[in-house]
């Protein structure tokens, strides 16, 4: 009974040490998920690099990321051509299979919907430019995508090609690569940097594939109010259209009659002679068109509208007649090539109160050379 007895004490107490040493390993309880978004936190060569004569870049992640998703995500400016990826853990190493081009920047992208191994995505495009000479491009174009609504284009990828004498018709420009291309960010806001210095057709798209190209006739695009964009400009806008620069129109008319109306009235900056102001909501689509008047000023009014909240947009027609109210926004055409009407709207939306105006909604519209 002794033998018995102590060999089940000592069995007793071999459990109890197996079940502390099997506690000892979980992780600590009631901890927060790390929600850290995944960053890039080192690479080489390092950002704004010069005399880059290496075929290896490696990249250092703060989370672990698969080259499966890497090879979606990754994207370089002019193309390196072929190369291959390792991953591990949380380093990257890209080995390319031809030199680099001498005297060259060049640009890495990684679009915004890289995902590491728990599903965390990268807060905003990461993009690093290096050079294999002794500068490095510096040029910048920076600007905003928006939809028909004026709702940030979350999904907007802006691609710029370069000016060439094959570029006068569009044609060709969409069956070649673009010169440099990049995604917005959630609020809609790009920017190109490390941009060689020179003049670009840049078309913006709704990438909703998130492939990085344009897919002709599939997605919504906005085109420049400008037939080429020079390098250094800033605060460009771009309104996504309809599939291949077909605008979604939307019905416009006048307010009805009735004591529940408020007015929106302010005035239009911009260099043209005409202005179309459209105010959208709820009850329907509203316009009414202004000009300048002696002191060179464009003021608006819209004297009736249904009480509500409303989006209010502007747009520049082509032409030197004044326009009719209704006339909807023109978003060019891409092949031939026809930059769209310039246009602006109020960034936030205008409440309509019964029997009050509410002033001042003045809207910017920048034009560019």
């Not at 099997?22 to 978004?37: H, I, L, N, Q, V």
């Not at 080489?44 to 490696?58: C, G, K, M, W, Y």
């Not at 009719?324 to 109160?353: C, H, L, M, S």
Request: charged share 20%.
């Amino acid at each position: 009974m002794r033998s018995t007895s102590r060999t089940m004490h000592v069995l007793l107490i071999f459990l109890l040490w197996l079940a502390g040493g099997c506690a000892s390993d979980r992780p600590p309880s009631g901890g927060a998920a790390d929600s850290t978004p995944l960053q890039v936190i080192l690479s080489d060569p390092e950002p704004s690099a010069l005399h880059v004569a290496t075929n290896t870049i490696r990249l250092t992640f703060n989370h672990y990321v698969t080259a499966r998703q890497l090879i979606k995500a990754l994207h370089f400016t002019p193309s390196v051509g072929a190369y291959d990826i390792t991953t591990d853990a949380k380093n990257t190493i890209l080995r390319l299979d031809r030199p680099l081009q001498q005297n060259q920047t060049y640009i890495l992208t990684l679009e915004k919907n890289l995902m590491d191994n728990r599903g965390r995505t990268l807060p905003a495009p990461f993009t690093m430019a290096f050079s294999t000479g002794t500068v490095i491009d510096s040029e910048t174009i920076n600007g905003k995508v928006v939809n028909r609504d004026c709702s940030p284009a979350t999904n907007a990828l802006i691609l710029a090609f370069a000016e060439h004498p094959e570029t006068a018709g569009s044609g060709k420009m969409l069956t070649r690569e673009p010169d440099y291309l990049i995604q917005a960010d959630a609020s809609g806001v790009f920017s190109f940097r490390h941009i060689a210095a020179g003049s670009y057709r840049i078309i913006a798209i709704n990438d909703q594939n998130n492939d990085l190209r344009y897919n002709i006739g599939e997605e919504e695009i906005g085109l420049s109010s400008t037939p080429f964009v020079h390098s250094g400009a800033s605060d460009l806008l771009f309104r996504l259209s309809g599939r291949d620069g077909v605008s979604q129109s939307q019905p416009v008319g006048k307010a009805p009659a009735t004591t529940e109306t408020g007015s929106i009235s302010g005035r239009c900056f911009t260099a043209g002679q005409y202005v179309i102001i459209e105010a959208s909501g709820s009850t329907g689509s509203y316009s009414t068109t202004t000009s300048r008047d002696r002191k060179g000023t464009l003021h608006y009014s819209f004297a009736e509208l249904p009480a509500g909240s409303y989006i209010v947009s502007a747009h520049v027609p082509y032409g030197n007649k004044k326009p009719d109210p209704k006339q909807q926004w023109n978003p060019g055409t891409i092949d031939p090539f026809q930059p769209a009407e310039p246009f602006g709207f109020y960034p936030e939306k205008v409440t309509v109160r019964a029997r009050w105006t509410t002033k001042n909604i003045d809207i910017t519209i920048k034009t560019f050379r």
